[in-house]
């Protein structure tokens, strides 16, 4: 995989609100260029709203998100998801699709390319998530294991410089966990710039850079892996990591 | 002759159903079949802008969509055809000058079928999981492009057995554009039968025509039913598990 130049992602102060109800309270998130930062946390904490607010799929109230250190918000956002590869808890491949159509919409589409270029391209992502030879059959026709790694193929199709993780194997059975947590590790070490927001502790140790734990839409405490699971700071961490560990 | 052959004479005279056979055939089937495609088509169109106009952000546009629909889905079929078609009438022959009510019956049916049309698939795209558009949205496509790709196309498939039934509602509601008057060579299914029915004041002329919309309408409700089973079941093909060992790409990439 080629290595990517720019990537660095930070959010400043971000704060959102849905109504009375305060989603994220002042967040503050940094990701290097080339490293995984996960994000870890219970339920309802904001750690999926957070992930939406930072490519703008919901527009943050306050804060500002900076990619390789210049601010994007004013940006067209649709330009800026197009920098910004994400993939889902319900992997939401378009049903009504092939595979390779999944995976080469995008490229038709947006980066203009022909239907053959796109089709190679589609291939070759198809190739490196080891599923070309499903390109022509049906998402519904896959598992929740190959439908997520087709997910993967579809997002890495753009040439991402970041890439989000919203509890990507949180929806699949157990037994297929593992390849895309592989799949996500071969990633991070290719030297993608990840955000991951996991249930995974094992992955969140041992594959990300730093980790971040949220709780009630603020930062609560974050840093490398081995102080956050080995030396936790705050109560909150504490039992959090005692209720999942 | 006693209460029975009576009946069957009036119900089931062959020669009077024959009799009738050639206009049905030549006049009436083309121009049913003709006023049900148009405004089918012209509905359908009508039908998809109301449904985008429904699920609009935009206030005014929805209220317009709200408007249209419960007027033209909440009054009979006939009193719409009649008000176009007598009211429009004088209009059409000024802009045209075509005494012709023909075009009228079509205008009518078309805005009652675009009102039912609408609703279908504004309830087809609302159907669609929240997650299509979410994701078509963090690949960089625009609201609109999403609607349109990814969208849009799963919400009709979804209701293409109610567009079916809407087009069924059609073949027989053109019947009624006999109220507006229509010129021979224009009559369709119903008024030839009905026209052959006082001729011969004999009801059997109905009758056939009545077999004739049976033939149209009796296979589309089967479609319905076969297109229904196939978008629930899907085609016969089976999800394979995952094979834990072929599936792992094994890059052994050095982080970089």
Redesign the interface.
């Known amino acids: ?1 080629k ?1 990517i130049e720019s990537g660095t992602l930070t959010g400043k102060g971000l704060h959102l609100s849905f109504g009375t109800n305060r989603v994220l309270r002042g967040i503050d998130l940094h990701v290097e260029r ?1 490293t995984t930062a996960s994000v870890i946390g219970p339920s309802g904490s904001g750690k999926s709203t957070l992930l939406r607010v930072l ?1 703008r ?1 919901i527009e943050p109230d306050q804060g500002d998100i900076l990619l390789d250190g210049r601010s994007v918000l004013k940006d067209n956002p ?2 800026l ?2 920098r ?3 993939v ?1 808890q ?1 992997f ?5 699709k092939t595979v390779l159509d999944n995976v080469s ?2 490229l038709r ?2 980066r203009r390319m022909s239907a053959e270029e796109a089709r190679e391209k589609a291939l070759a992502q198809l190739d ?4 070309r030879h499903k390109a022509d059959a049906r998402p ?4 929740g ?2 439908q997520q ?1 087709v ?1 993967i193929a ?2 890495l199709a ?1 040439d991402p410089e970041v890439m989000f993780f919203d509890e990507a194997t949180s929806a699949l059975d157990p ?2 966990v ?2 895309v947590l ?2 996500m590790a ?1 990633l991070a ?3 993608m710039t990840m955000v991951v927001v996991t249930h995974e502790m094992g992955f969140s140790r041992n594959v990300s850079d730093t980790v971040t734990f949220m709780d009630g839409g603020v930062v609560v405490e974050s840093g490398p892996p081995a102080s956050i699971f080995d030396d936790p700071q705050t109560p909150r961490l504490r039992s959090f990591l005692s209720d999942v560990l | 002759m006693d209460a029975f052959e009576q009946l069957g004479k009036t119900f089931f005279d062959w020669e009077a159903m024959v009799a009738v056979l050639p206009d049905l055939l030549t006049v009436g089937l083309p121009n049913t079949l003709l006023l049900a495609l148009a405004s089918g088509i012209i509905g359908t169109i009508a039908g998809m802008i109301l449904a985008i106009m429904g699920i609009s952000r935009n206030r005014v546009l929805r209220w317009i969509a709200r408007i249209y629909t419960d007027i033209f889905r909440g009054l009979p079929a006939v009193v719409i055809i009649l008000l176009i078609g007598l009211g429009l009438g004088p209009v059409l022959r000024e802009i045209t000058g075509s005494t012709s009510p023909y075009p009228l019956g079509i205008l009518a049916l078309s805005l009652i079928a675009s009102a039912y049309i609408g609703e279908i698939f504004r309830s087809g795209i609302q159907s669609v ?1 929240k ?2 558009l ?9 609201y609109g ?1 999403s609607m349109q ?2 969208v849009v ?2 919400g009709v ?1 979804r209701v293409l057995p109610a567009l079916v039934n809407q087009f069924i509602s059609l073949i027989k509601e053109s019947s009624l554009i006999y109220f507006i008057g229509l010129v021979a060579s224009e009559r369709e299914l119903f008024r030839v039968g009905n026209d052959a029915a006082s001729n011969t004041g004999n009801l059997s002329p109905l009758i056939a025509a009545g077999v004739f919309y049976l033939c149209l309408t009796i296979p589309l409700t089967h479609l319905v039913n076969f297109i229904d089973t196939r978008l629930r079941v ?1 085609r016969k ?6 094979d ?1 060992a ?6 052994g ?4």
């Open positions: 995989m290595t080339g490519n799929l649709d330009e998801r197009r910004i590869g994400m889902f319900q939401n491949l378009f049903p009504h919409l995008a589409k947006l490196l998530v080891g599923l519904g026709n896959l598992s294991g190959q790694r997910a579809r997002a753009m037994e297929l593992k390849g592989a799949l071969d070490s290719a030297g | 999981e997650g299509q979410e994701a078509s949205r963090a690949l960089g496509f625009s492009s790709l990814v196309p799963q498939r899907g093909q089976k999800p394979e598990p995952d834990p072929a599936m792992i790409p094994t890059s990439g050095v982080r970089a």
